[in-house]
């Protein structure tokens, strides 16, 4: 078992930047054996979607909306994952949530908002 928690977020006006950061923490089975970390998100009205992932080894996966604007990163000694946004745009809205992978179950944080203002 792993808790998540993320920081940053916050509201930005379109074409700004943002970060939102997200700390793991549990046991040290647990940890050895978080696989992918990653960012989805949840407008208000719509289902969560995938924002970007990063396997332990440094592989990424982003979503074709956010492609070219996001970088995630992940730092495997300090447990952390981080998303770099930039471009943002209105449609960014969202609560964003960090996920991690374990051999059995997908652990998520608590979210925090980002807000883009036209």
């Known amino acids: 078992q792993v808790q998540l928690v993320e920081s940053g977020g916050g509201l930005v006006q379109a074409g700004g930047s943002l970060s939102v950061s997200c700390k793991a923490s549990?046991?040290?089975?647990?940890?050895?054996?978080?696989?992918?970390m990653g960012w989805y998100r949840q407008a208000p009205g719509k289902q969560r979607e995938l924002v970007a992932t990063?396997?332990?080894?440094?592989?990424?996966n982003y979503a074709d909306s956010v492609k070219g604007r996001f970088t995630i990163s992940r730092d495997n000694a300090k447990n952390t994952v981080n998303l770099q946004m930039n471009s943002l745009k209105p449609e960014d809205t969202a609560v964003y949530y960090c996920?991690?992978?374990?051999?059995?179950?997908?652990?998520w944080g608590q979210g925090t908002q980002v807000t883009v203002s036209s």
């Open positions: 996920s991690a992978q374990l051999p059995r179950d997908r652990y």
């Open positions: 549990g046991s040290p089975f647990s940890i050895m054996n978080m696989g992918a």
């Open positions: 990063i396997t332990r080894g440094g592989i990424t």
